[in-house]
């Protein structure tokens, strides 16, 4: 990432020396000699990071830091001072300053100091952008501004009104459910009941009972006949939950039944015709369940005429965000707390943290985090601990001293894994991600953990 800096110090060595390594690694770079300079070229041109020396002469450089914080909150200053003088330090961070590098200067500190002072910007910026929105995307039910929340808008928009089967997949806690209660108020059938069944709340036993309805004294405690779920959702839609945990012993009567729109209730001499449009979801694999027997892949096809993939919470960026600020809102009201927002250092731990419950697990933690707040907006001391504490894991493959490097297979090793892990071990999606086909995943894994590279 490219970044504008200015560079200040009494020391013209000192400027041209940072100017020649910043331009090195792709920064564009001013500098100025004087603090009273730089402050008037801040007024005049726009900057990303500051870099400045504490001790110069006229304005010095708390001075400067002063002024920077006060007129232009929005670029962090790192200080330069000597080794040994954390005094003058402390006392530029007092001033606002963002953080601060010892002299004589490690360029590579430097430049890592470089990199989260425009992290930091830009967080900032993300979360003023934030603030003036309204966090609604092209659906009203679904809140989000990213790309991929935006083309499952479109999708939606573009398929409620069909009777196509759909599936929708995605990990728990993405909102699977809410989607397809949209397609359902978006569609021709929206008068009609909307049926919902979660395949994997009861036992095997119970699921066609449940599914098909069953006629009195077809068991021991079927006292009168009970409408099943399928007939139940006539004229509106069936909504299958979680149908990858269906058990393959029910699946086959599940298919007949998805095709011929007709049941027999369990113990009925007849069968009972019904016309549902039908949506499922499940949070598996479910492709590549089909492929290795653990799923029919007949019923696989049936259910899967159109696909819509729900993107995890940690793929869509600053809609954590958005969903955070409608969480806090409601859950204000609800327990009666004056919460008005978040505040910047907690935004930035939501905003870092992987979401593994996705937008449930943060709809809790902000519960959570309302009950818990002693001011008008949320801190980081409000948050879970393992949000507090938590760091983002990065692909690292070596830095810049060639016994830091490693092979390209272990490059390859490690960028596969990570793409695994944000796509929550979902081989297909990864594979998606990857360009590669299952198969080809499938061999690279075998391969990786067998070299254990």
Request: aromatic share 6%.
């Given at each position: 990432?490219?970044?504008?800096?200015?560079?200040?110090?009494?020391?013209?060595?000192?400027?041209?020396?940072?100017?020649?390594?910043?331009?090195?690694?792709?920064?564009?770079?001013?500098?100025?000699?004087?603090?009273?300079?730089?402050?008037q070229r801040m007024r005049d041109e726009d900057f990303d990071v500051v870099f400045t020396d504490l001790n110069m002469p006229g304005m010095n450089g708390i001075e400067l830091c002063a002024r920077i914080v006060a007129n232009r909150p929005d670029v962090p200053v790192v200080v330069?001072?000597?080794?040994?003088?954390?005094?003058?330090?402390?006392?530029?961070?007092?001033?606002?300053?963002?953080?601060?590098?010892?002299?004589?200067?490690?360029?590579?500190?430097?430049?890592?100091?470089?990199?989260?002072?425009?992290?930091?910007?830009?967080?900032?910026?993300?979360?003023?952008?934030?603030?003036?929105?309204?966090?609604?995307?092209?659906?009203?039910?679904?809140?989000?501004?990213?790309?991929?929340?935006?083309?499952?808008?479109?999708?939606?928009?573009?398929?409620?009104?069909?009777?196509?089967?759909?599936?929708?997949?995605?990990?728990?806690?993405?909102?699977?459910?809410?989607?397809?209660?949209?397609?359902?108020?978006?569609?021709?059938?929206?008068?009609?009941?909307?049926?919902?069944?979660?395949?994997?709340?009861?036992?095997?036993?119970?699921?066609?009972?449940?599914?098909?309805?069953?006629?009195?004294?077809?068991?021991?405690?079927?006292?009168?006949?009970?409408?099943?779920?399928?007939?139940?959702?006539?004229?509106?839609?069936?909504?299958?939950?979680?149908?990858g945990d269906i058990p393959l012993a029910v699946q086959p009567k599940l298919l007949r039944a998805l095709e011929e729109r007709r049941v027999r209730p369990l113990g009925g001499t007849s069968e009972i015709g019904f016309d549902a449009r039908i949506i499922a979801a499940t949070h598996?694999?479910?492709?590549?369940?089909?492929?290795?027997?653990?799923?029919?892949?007949?019923?696989?096809y049936r259910l899967n005429v159109i696909q819509l993939q729900i993107p995890p919470l940690r793929a869509r960026g600053t809609d954590t965000l958005l969903l955070a600020r409608r969480f806090v809102a409601q859950f204000g009201g609800r327990l009666g707390k004056p919460v008005a927002?978040?505040?910047?250092?907690?935004?930035?731990?939501?905003?870092?943290?992987?979401?593994?419950?996705?937008?449930?697990?943060?709809?809790?933690?902000?519960?959570?985090?309302?009950?818990?707040?002693?001011?008008?907006?949320?801190?980081?001391?409000?948050?879970?601990?393992?949000?507090?504490?938590?760091?983002?894991?990065?692909?690292?493959?070596?830095?810049?001293?060639?016994?830091?490097?490693?092979?390209?297979?272990?490059?390859?090793?490690?960028?596969?894994?990570?793409?695994?892990?944000?796509?929550?071990?979902?081989?297909?999606?990864?594979?998606?991600?990857?360009?590669?086909?299952?198969?080809?995943?499938?061999?690279?894994?075998?391969?990786?953990?067998?070299?254990?590279?």
């Amino acid at each position: 990432m490219s970044a504008r800096i200015l560079v200040v110090d009494d020391d013209r060595s000192m400027c041209e020396l940072l100017e020649t390594d910043l331009r090195r690694r792709g920064h564009a770079v001013t500098w100025e000699t004087k603090a009273e300079a730089a402050f008037q070229r801040m007024r005049d041109e726009d900057f990303d990071v500051v870099f400045t020396d504490l001790n110069m002469p006229g304005m010095n450089g708390i001075e400067l830091c002063a002024r920077i914080v006060a007129n232009r909150p929005d670029v962090p200053v790192v200080v330069l001072t000597a080794f040994g003088s954390m005094e003058n330090a402390i006392s530029a961070i007092r001033a606002g300053a963002y953080d601060f590098v010892t002299k004589p200067v490690d360029l590579d500190i430097l430049s890592v100091s470089l990199e989260r002072a425009v992290n930091h910007r830009a967080m900032k910026e993300q979360i003023k952008i934030l603030s003036e929105t309204s966090g609604k995307g092209g659906c009203d039910e679904l809140i989000g501004e990213s790309p991929a929340m935006h083309e499952l808008c479109r999708q939606i928009e573009r398929i409620a009104d069909t009777e196509t089967s759909v599936l929708i997949t995605g990990e728990s806690g993405t909102g699977k459910e809410l989607v397809a209660r949209m397609l359902h108020n978006r569609s021709r059938r929206r008068q009609g009941p909307f049926v919902a069944f979660n395949c994997a709340a009861l036992p095997e036993s119970l699921i066609e009972s449940e599914l098909f309805g069953y006629r009195r004294g077809a068991f021991t405690d079927a006292r009168g006949d009970k409408k099943g779920l399928m007939p139940e959702a006539d004229g509106g839609t069936l909504f299958l939950d979680e149908v990858g945990d269906i058990p393959l012993a029910v699946q086959p009567k599940l298919l007949r039944a998805l095709e011929e729109r007709r049941v027999r209730p369990l113990g009925g001499t007849s069968e009972i015709g019904f016309d549902a449009r039908i949506i499922a979801a499940t949070h598996r694999d479910i492709e590549e369940a089909a492929e290795t027997g653990r799923f029919r892949q007949d019923l696989y096809y049936r259910l899967n005429v159109i696909q819509l993939q729900i993107p995890p919470l940690r793929a869509r960026g600053t809609d954590t965000l958005l969903l955070a600020r409608r969480f806090v809102a409601q859950f204000g009201g609800r327990l009666g707390k004056p919460v008005a927002g978040i505040a910047e250092p907690a935004a930035e731990k939501l905003l870092a943290y992987s979401w593994p419950g996705n937008v449930r697990e943060l709809r809790n933690a902000i519960e959570r985090a309302v009950a818990l707040a002693r001011y008008n907006k949320l801190v980081v001391e409000d948050l879970p601990e393992k949000i507090r504490a938590y760091e983002r894991s990065q692909v690292f493959v070596g830095g810049n001293d060639p016994k830091e490097l490693i092979s390209l297979e272990a490059v390859e090793r490690r960028y596969i894994l990570h793409v695994l892990d944000v796509a929550g071990g979902n081989r297909s999606m990864a594979a998606r991600i990857l360009g590669l086909d299952r198969k080809t995943l499938y061999r690279k894994l075998q391969h990786h953990q067998g070299s254990g590279s």
